[in-house]
């Protein structure tokens, strides 16, 4: 039995309009709610899609160390094509299963510069408003 199918005089149960506001009034005081930076928020949109690919099976301040220390060595597709396997993967080491992700960053990479001419915009932003719905519910 839904609220909007309730007696108005069953004791105890919300009618439609309370149970929208206790919602409301829930989401309002939920940490969710806030706006908080994390690691796949950046305003260049390859870095955040670089940081949605390192933070699988990642704690957000293990990506953190892995984004940092791979884009100190570069911070574009072709920059990162460049470099060896090893170097990548010891650059993202902190973020785990970094062998795997050496391969998928570097396949990631090839595709935006023959696909895209390494620009990426929708993909990115895509992918941020995906988990900001997910955080949101």
């Known amino acids: ?35 908080r930076e994390t690691v796949k928020d950046d305003r260049v949109a390859f870095r955040a899609l670089v940081a949605c ?17 791979l884009f100190a060595l570069a911070d574009t597709p072709a920059g990162i094509l460049v470099l060896d396997d090893q170097a990548i993967a010891a650059a993202i080491r902190p973020a785990g299963l970094y062998n795997m992700k050496t391969r998928n960053l570097k396949r990631l990479c090839a595709a935006l510069i023959e696909e895209h001419g390494e620009v ?6 895509a992918t941020r408003d995906a988990i900001e719905a997910q955080e949101l519910g």
Not at 9 to 29: C, N, Q, V, Y
Not at 120 to 125: K, N, W
């Open 1 to 35: 039995m839904s609220a909007k199918s309730a007696p108005p005089d069953a004791p105890g149960l919300l009618d439609a309009d309370e149970i929208d506001a206790l919602f409301e009034r829930l989401k309002s005081t939920s940490p969710a709610s806030e706006k």
């Open 53 to 69: 690919l390192l933070s699988a099976q990642s704690l957000d301040s293990n990506t953190a160390k892995a984004k940092n220390a």
């Open 120 to 125: 990426v915009h929708l993909v990115a932003f």
